[in-house]
């Protein structure tokens, strides 16, 4: 499969697609709230944290790729091969956070895309325009034209993430020199440290998702392991980066100022953006509301588009759906879009908790997945797997299951 296919410059940027979907997916919640809300309420302090979570869960986020490259095969045939049981527990995990997931993320690009109307427009509303237009965009094109969409969009993303960020450190820090804030590292932060960490780079879910956008990007141009790998460090590192500018963004602009940070996550974003600009000067108002905007629009766009593909598969190798059927990519997104609307509709108030929820589940079910995709690795390409990758494997596990262990007692002993 790998053969006959030399790696070179213009085979990388051929390459280019599932990894830059696994950042935009990456870059949303965790980036906009998680990392902002991290850097408004203890500065500089969790930094540390934010670059050793995506370092240890690195491997495992991987070990996806490798293992689609290396064999042909997704996650999700390589969870099936490794027992039912495994691939059924995915599978309603995955539910579980496809819907839970959806709303939240409708919700939060929602509340930023009121910064451009020019008429005062309710928050169901402009979900359901942001859903039309995703689901256009999905439905007409599918793969390709998500792969043009998502480039796009990083791009963007980038030049006016970093642009924000050289205008705070030119401005200066808001916090007096002489400020101290409080320590990260008290038992009554844990849950935000979980919080924080479920959904940094992204849900461990996202792994699976990543080799079915692979897969997708093979039926139309052959990747060899080289690029694809180029491919996935490209995305997975350009994620840790710009959740440390987002960090940056927070203990510039928020930290040290006598303003409560709101940690609902709609309405974080908008005194996020009112906060910076009444720091730097109401023009940037819309250059920051503008950042944030493109992070959740990506988001939405792939999560929307990578849950209904992993649902798809699995209920078809569960033998629960007719693999002939047509379209059922297409009726599982419309099921995921709807679902997610019915969740605005009818729980709007109880979102903030949900996501917090949907964050700290992602977390603690990290270990488990970590491991399942670190045994498939093990089982089918250990012979290829080096030393560096497997140390820093089990460095991963144990930090991964010891801070859920901490965290399920403290949430049992709170």
Same mark, same amino acid.
């Given at each position: 499969?790998?053969?006959?296919?030399?790696? @070179?410059?213009?085979?990388?940027?051929?390459?280019?697609?599932?990894?830059?979907?696994?950042?935009?997916?990456?870059?949303?919640?965790?980036?906009?709230?998680?990392?902002?809300?991290?850097?408004?309420?203890?500065?500089? $302090?969790?930094?540390?944290?934010?670059?050793?979570? =995506?370092?240890?869960?690195?491997?495992?986020?991987?070990?996806?790729?490798? @293992?689609?490259?290396?064999?042909?095969?997704?996650?999700?045939?390589?969870?099936? #091969?490794?027992?039912?049981?495994?691939?059924?527990?995915?599978?309603?995990? =995955?539910?579980?956070?496809?819907?839970?997931?959806?709303?939240? /993320?409708?919700?939060?690009? &929602? !509340?930023?895309?009121?910064?451009?109307?020019? +008429?005062?427009?309710?928050?169901?509303?402009? *979900?359901?325009?942001?859903?039309?237009? *995703?689901?256009?965009?999905?439905?007409?094109?599918?793969?390709?034209?998500?792969?043009?969409?998502? #480039?796009?969009?990083? /791009?963007?993303?980038?030049?006016?993430?970093?642009?924000?960020?050289?205008?705070?450190? =030119?401005?200066?820090?808001? &916090?007096?020199?002489?400020?101290?804030?409080?320590?990260?590292?008290?038992?009554?932060?844990?849950?935000?440290?979980? %919080?924080?960490?479920?959904?940094?780079?992204?849900?461990?879910?996202?792994?699976?998702?990543?080799?079915?956008?692979?897969?997708?990007?093979? $039926?139309?141009?052959? +990747?060899?392991?080289?690029?694809?790998?180029?491919?996935?460090?490209?995305?997975?590192?350009?994620?840790?980066?710009? %959740?440390?500018?987002?960090?940056?963004?927070?203990?510039?602009?928020?930290?040290?100022?006598?303003? #409560?940070?709101?940690?609902?996550?709609?309405?974080?974003?908008?005194?996020?953006?009112?906060?910076? &600009?009444?720091?730097?000067?109401?023009?940037?108002?819309?250059?920051?509301?503008? /950042?944030?905007?493109? *992070?959740?629009?990506?988001?939405?766009?792939?999560?929307?588009?990578?849950?209904?593909?992993?649902? =798809?598969?699995?209920?078809?190798?569960?033998?629960?759906?007719?693999?002939?059927?047509?379209?059922?990519?297409?009726?599982?997104?419309?099921?995921?879009?709807? !679902?997610?609307?019915? +969740?605005?509709?009818?729980?709007?108030?109880?979102?903030?908790?949900?996501?917090?929820?949907?964050?700290?589940?992602?977390? +603690?079910?990290?270990?488990?997945? &970590?491991?399942?995709?670190?045994?498939?690795?093990?089982?089918?390409? #250990?012979?290829?797997?080096?030393?560096?990758?497997?140390?820093?494997?089990?460095?991963?596990?144990?930090?991964?299951?010891?801070?859920?262990?901490?965290?399920?007692?403290?949430?049992?002993?709170?």
């Amino acid at each position: 499969m790998q053969q006959g296919y030399s790696s @070179n410059w213009q085979s990388k940027l051929k390459a280019l697609g599932p990894g830059i979907l696994l950042a935009t997916a990456a870059i949303g919640g965790s980036h906009i709230v998680a990392s902002t809300q991290a850097g408004a309420l203890f500065g500089w $302090q969790l930094a540390v944290l934010i670059l050793l979570v =995506n370092v240890l869960k690195y491997p495992f986020f991987r070990f996806g790729v490798e @293992n689609s490259l290396q064999s042909g095969e997704t996650l999700l045939e390589g969870y099936q #091969k490794q027992g039912r049981g495994y691939l059924l527990s995915f599978v309603w995990l =995955n539910l579980i956070a496809a819907v839970v997931n959806t709303a939240g /993320v409708l919700l939060l690009t &929602a !509340s930023l895309l009121q910064f451009f109307m020019p +008429v005062q427009l309710s928050l169901t509303l402009l *979900c359901l325009l942001l859903l039309a237009v *995703c689901l256009l965009i999905l439905l007409a094109g599918q793969y390709k034209l998500l792969d043009k969409v998502s #480039k796009w969009v990083m /791009v963007l993303l980038t030049i006016t993430t970093v642009a924000a960020a050289i205008i705070a450190f =030119n401005k200066g820090p808001t &916090a007096a020199p002489d400020f101290v804030g409080p320590s990260p590292w008290q038992l009554m932060y844990l849950g935000f440290l979980v %919080a924080l960490m479920g959904w940094m780079p992204a849900p461990i879910e996202i792994s699976a998702i990543n080799s079915l956008w692979l897969k997708a990007k093979q $039926q139309h141009t052959p +990747v060899n392991k080289q690029d694809g790998l180029f491919d996935f460090n490209l995305g997975y590192w350009s994620t840790t980066a710009l %959740a440390l500018v987002f960090l940056a963004l927070g203990a510039l602009v928020q930290y040290g100022s006598d303003q #409560k940070v709101e940690l609902a996550g709609a309405a974080y974003t908008n005194q996020f953006v009112a906060m910076y &600009a009444s720091t730097i000067g109401d023009w940037s108002k819309l250059l920051v509301a503008l /950042v944030a905007f493109l *992070c959740m629009f990506g988001t939405t766009l792939t999560v929307l588009d990578g849950y209904a593909r992993t649902i =798809n598969e699995s209920f078809q190798l569960l033998g629960w759906q007719n693999t002939e059927r047509k379209h059922s990519y297409n009726l599982w997104l419309l099921a995921q879009a709807a !679902s997610g609307m019915a +969740v605005i509709l009818f729980f709007k108030s109880a979102l903030g908790p949900m996501l917090t929820f949907a964050m700290s589940l992602a977390f +603690v079910t990290t270990p488990v997945f &970590a491991w399942l995709n670190y045994r498939l690795m093990r089982g089918q390409q #250990k012979h290829l797997m080096q030393p560096w990758i497997r140390l820093l494997s089990w460095l991963g596990l144990i930090y991964l299951f010891g801070f859920a262990l901490l965290f399920i007692w403290w949430y049992l002993t709170k």
